[in-house]
C-alpha cells in the first residue's frame, strides 16, 4: 500500500532526474505498459516546437520545483485497495449538474501549469466563484496553464449524455481547451475539444460532444483509441500556445487571463 513516505520517495526520484529543460526521453509510444503511470512525468517538446520558442522566449528562469510538487500532488490517485469492493460509478442523465460554484460536487478545481515541464507560468482558482486567473509565459520553453478537477473516488458513468457544456464569462474570445478523463493516470489520454471563450463580460455556453472530442496525450493526438464513457475519471481546462500536434493556437496571448467557470453540465 501507498503511504505518505512511498508518495514522497516516489517524488524524489522523479525529481533527481528533472531538469530545467523539459525531458525528451518521451518518444517511445506515449501509451505503452511500461510508461503507464499515476506518477506525474514532465511534458515534451519536439525540435519544431523548440525551434519556434527559441526566437522569442526571455531568459531562462529558475524551475520552481516546491510549485510543482504543490501542482501535481493534487491530482495523483493512489492505488485502490484490492480487498475492498470498487465503488459503484455515479450515474449522469442529460441535464444534470456535474459542478457548479454554489453546489456541492465530488471534485474540486486546482491548477495544473506549465510547471510540469520546467515553465514559470502561474494560475489559480477560486472554487467558490469559479474564476480562473493568471498569467502566461514563454520563458523556459513553457506557455500553458490548466485547472483539472481532484481525484473523484469513483468514476462518472455518462453512457446516457452525448456531451458535456461548460457554462462560462469572459475570457476575451481566446481559445480553450476542455479535457474528459477515462483513466486515472495522471498522464492518461486526454479526450480533447477546443472551444473559443466568449467575448468581454458576457456569458456563454459551449457544447462539447463526446464524438466530436480528439484523444491526445501532451497535445499530440493518438489514434486507435474510444473513449469509456462508463468511466469518466475528470475533467480539465487549459489555455495553451499549441493546440495540437504542434501546430500555434491563432487565439491565444501571452500575458494575463481570466475566466470563470459557472457550471458544468451533461447534455
Given at each position: 500500500m501507498w503511504t505518505p513516505t512511498t508518495i514522497i520517495l516516489a517524488f524524489?526520484?522523479?525529481?533527481?532526474?528533472?531538469?530545467?529543460?523539459?525531458?525528451?526521453?518521451?518518444?517511445?509510444?506515449?501509451?505503452?505498459?511500461?510508461?503507464?503511470?499515476?506518477?506525474?512525468i514532465l511534458a515534451t517538446e519536439s525540435k519544431a516546437e523548440s525551434e519556434t520558442e527559441s526566437s522569442y522566449s526571455p531568459r531562462r528562469q529558475p524551475w520552481d520545483v516546491i510549485r510543482f510538487v504543490r501542482q501535481s500532488s493534487r491530482f495523483v490517485s493512489l492505488p485502490k485497495n484490492p480487498f475492498l469492493p470498487a465503488g459503484q460509478p455515479g450515474v449522469v442523465r442529460p441535464g444534470d449538474s456535474i459542478?457548479?460554484?454554489?453546489?456541492?460536487?465530488?471534485?474540486?478545481?486546482?491548477?495544473?501549469?506549465?510547471?510540469?515541464?520546467?515553465?514559470?507560468?502561474?494560475?489559480?482558482?477560486?472554487?467558490?466563484?469559479?474564476?480562473?486567473?493568471?498569467?502566461?509565459?514563454?520563458?523556459?520553453?513553457?506557455?500553458?496553464?490548466?485547472?483539472?478537477?481532484?481525484?473523484?473516488?469513483?468514476?462518472?458513468?455518462?453512457?446516457?449524455?452525448?456531451?458535456?457544456?461548460f457554462k462560462l464569462r469572459g475570457g476575451e474570445g481566446k481559445r480553450f481547451k476542455a479535457v474528459v478523463r477515462d483513466s486515472d493516470e495522471f498522464n492518461g489520454v486526454c479526450w480533447t475539444s477546443s472551444f473559443d471563450a466568449p467575448r468581454g463580460s458576457k456569458d456563454g455556453?459551449?457544447?462539447?460532444?463526446?464524438?466530436?472530442?480528439?484523444?491526445?496525450?501532451?497535445?499530440?493526438?493518438?489514434?486507435g483509441k474510444t473513449f469509456q464513457s462508463k468511466n469518466v475519471m475528470g475533467f480539465q481546462l487549459a489555455y495553451s500556445k499549441f493546440e495540437y500536434d504542434g501546430a500555434l493556437n491563432p487565439k491565444f496571448a501571452l500575458g494575463d487571463f481570466s475566466i470563470q467557470i459557472l457550471e458544468v453540465r451533461a447534455f
Amino acid at each position: 500500500m501507498w503511504t505518505p513516505t512511498t508518495i514522497i520517495l516516489a517524488f524524489v526520484g522523479l525529481l533527481s532526474s528533472c531538469t530545467l529543460m523539459p525531458v525528451r526521453a518521451f518518444n517511445a509510444n506515449p501509451l505503452s505498459s511500461s510508461r503507464r503511470s499515476r506518477i506525474p512525468i514532465l511534458a515534451t517538446e519536439s525540435k519544431a516546437e523548440s525551434e519556434t520558442e527559441s526566437s522569442y522566449s526571455p531568459r531562462r528562469q529558475p524551475w520552481d520545483v516546491i510549485r510543482f510538487v504543490r501542482q501535481s500532488s493534487r491530482f495523483v490517485s493512489l492505488p485502490k485497495n484490492p480487498f475492498l469492493p470498487a465503488g459503484q460509478p455515479g450515474v449522469v442523465r442529460p441535464g444534470d449538474s456535474i459542478w457548479s460554484p454554489s453546489s456541492p460536487s465530488s471534485f474540486r478545481w486546482g491548477p495544473l501549469d506549465d510547471v510540469v515541464m520546467g515553465g514559470v507560468s502561474s494560475s489559480e482558482i477560486d472554487n467558490g466563484t469559479g474564476l480562473w486567473t493568471g498569467t502566461v509565459s514563454s520563458a523556459n520553453s513553457g506557455g500553458f496553464v490548466g485547472v483539472r478537477s481532484t481525484p473523484m473516488g469513483v468514476p462518472l458513468d455518462m453512457s446516457m449524455c452525448k456531451g458535456i457544456e461548460f457554462k462560462l464569462r469572459g475570457g476575451e474570445g481566446k481559445r480553450f481547451k476542455a479535457v474528459v478523463r477515462d483513466s486515472d493516470e495522471f498522464n492518461g489520454v486526454c479526450w480533447t475539444s477546443s472551444f473559443d471563450a466568449p467575448r468581454g463580460s458576457k456569458d456563454g455556453t459551449v457544447r462539447l460532444p463526446f464524438q466530436k472530442q480528439v484523444p491526445t496525450i501532451f497535445a499530440r493526438t493518438v489514434p486507435g483509441k474510444t473513449f469509456q464513457s462508463k468511466n469518466v475519471m475528470g475533467f480539465q481546462l487549459a489555455y495553451s500556445k499549441f493546440e495540437y500536434d504542434g501546430a500555434l493556437n491563432p487565439k491565444f496571448a501571452l500575458g494575463d487571463f481570466s475566466i470563470q467557470i459557472l457550471e458544468v453540465r451533461a447534455f
